[in-house]
């Protein structure tokens, strides 16, 4: 049966790391918000009606064909809990959602080991992106926090997904 996981946080935390980990594990669909919204639709701004409609039937179509689904990204609240809402409501199987839990030092850090992405972006661009704790509104939320390290967070959403 399909399970719904959705992965939020902000730019740095870990959220790619660990749906590329995931996808790999329990071949999964991964739908990346970013690559959405910026590759796929060419925008740049923030949350436009068009991106949140586009990867919510994403999700939902291959949830109805049996696949399990990895959603990642930011995600804020205010555009998206009623997509994940609808989301959780409109099929069977089980969804778990997941947001990490990390000051901004904590992400400046973590965006500093990715050489990839700090030509990217910056610690000026992350200061402005940075929500701190911003959870989904009538949805419930793991939290992921600092101590919990890559291996540590993979092994428990697997065990979820896996029921264990």
Known sequence: MSVLVVLRGNSGSGKST???????ELGAVWIEQDYFRRTVLGETGNYPPLSVELIEQSAALALRHGRTVIMEGM???RSYSGCFCRLRDGHTGRSLFYAWELSL???LRRHATRPDKR???GEKQMRSWYHGWDPLEGISEQRITAPEGL??????ILADVRGG
Do not use: K
């Open 18 to 24: 660990v749906a590329r980990a995931l996808q790999q």
């Open 151 to 156: 291996e540590a967070t993979v092994a428990r």
């Open 105 to 107: 030092d904590e992400t």
């Open 119 to 121: 030509s990217d972006f």
């Open 75 to 77: 995600f804020n609240p």
